[in-house]
């Protein structure tokens, strides 16, 4: 083996000590130059919306009157049967009542039921309900469940799924509950005859009336991940909100103690107030539909389907 002259082997000692207090120097400024990775953000998507009835063809009939003919869907294996209105992205809105005219008790949503509240609950899909039970519940949020449920289809199939409410209140109320089919998807909703070709996608927004906007932006927030939303002010509906962009979420809070969202919240606590349905034509939708009340929110126009005919239940299309 050869062996180097002392005085290169010292230099090539010195130049290799530079070189590792360079590169040590070098990870150390990347490292504070990141910052902490932070949670990820999740993805939500409406599965359903639900409209709390005490009789179910009022309803039926008041979403007809404005071109939202429904489909029967047939009775639940609780005290509720229902109908629907079935979307071209998957999503639909979900008509419910008790099978008996004046018998609630055994539902989750009795007291929304019996006084007509009109919009009551939401639900997103989960491919493993019990997995996204425990990451909610290790974030310290209540959950109840999963339980089944079912439902038995006018053509007598059963669909059947797994539900799990989030969060206090009713299911659905601030967070929505979780979903997990056990039957095709497709058994359980189909796009409805009256919105196909209409340019309607389905449900894109549920505003939520909330009581403490800091503590519900909070728990979105915690359970998500999601960044700080966007605040806007809109008197012509009565209240303060929030927006989590590219989210199917919209916060409301009471302008003024006088307000109609006011007596809601007091009347039915927290819980969704109104659904807005996605488009790809605006114009159209407009013209079909008759829509009134033209509004902007968070940059885009908001349509409103004839209150008067609706009468409970607010229902608008936002553009894109």
């Not at 407009?286 to 607010?314: C, E, H, I, P």
Request: with cysteine.
């Amino acid at each position: 083996m050869l062996s180097l002259p002392a005085k290169q082997t010292r230099m090539q000692r010195t130049s290799l000590t530079i070189f590792l207090v360079m590169m040590m120097a070098g990870l150390f400024s990347a490292a504070v130059a990141q910052p902490p990775s932070s949670k990820p953000s999740m993805q939500l998507r409406v599965d359903h919306a639900t409209v709390c009835a005490s009789e179910l063809e009022p309803m039926r009939q008041a979403l007809a009157s404005v071109g939202l003919a429904t489909d029967y869907g047939g009775p639940h294996a609780s005290v509720t049967h229902m109908a629907l209105l079935g979307f071209e992205d998957g999503s639909y809105l979900e008509l419910i009542a008790p099978q008996k005219p004046g018998e609630f008790e055994g539902s989750g949503w009795a007291k929304l039921m019996a006084r007509d509240a009109g919009a009551c609950a939401w639900a997103v899909g989960a491919a493993d309900i019990k997995a996204e039970a425990a990451r909610l519940k290790n974030l310290g949020i209540e959950i109840e469940g999963p339980n089944p449920g079912s439902r038995k289809r006018p053509d007598g199939k059963v669909v059947e799924w797994e539900t799990a409410r989030i969060g206090p209140g009713t299911p659905g109320a601030t967070l929505p509950f979780i979903i997990q089919d056990h039957t095709p998807r497709d058994l359980r909703v189909r796009p409805s005859a009256s919105v196909k070709g209409s340019g309607l996608t389905g449900i894109e927004v549920v505003v939520l009336g909330v009581k403490d906007m800091d503590a519900a932006i909070a728990l979105f927030r915690k359970a998500y991940g999601w960044s700080a939303p966007s605040i806007e002010e809109h008197k012509e509906f009565g209240a303060k909100m929030a927006h989590f962009s590219g989210t199917p979420v919209m916060l409301a809070a009471p302008l003024d103690q006088g307000s109609w969202l006011t007596r809601r919240l007091q009347d039915f606590g927290e819980s969704p107030v109104a659904y807005l349905l996605g488009t790809t034509d605006p114009g159209a939708a407009s013209k079909r539909y008759g829509l009134t009340a033209q509004t902007r929110w968070f940059g885009r126009n908001v349509g409103w389907f004839d209150s008067g005919k609706l009468k409970t239940v607010k229902l608008a299309v936002i553009a894109p």
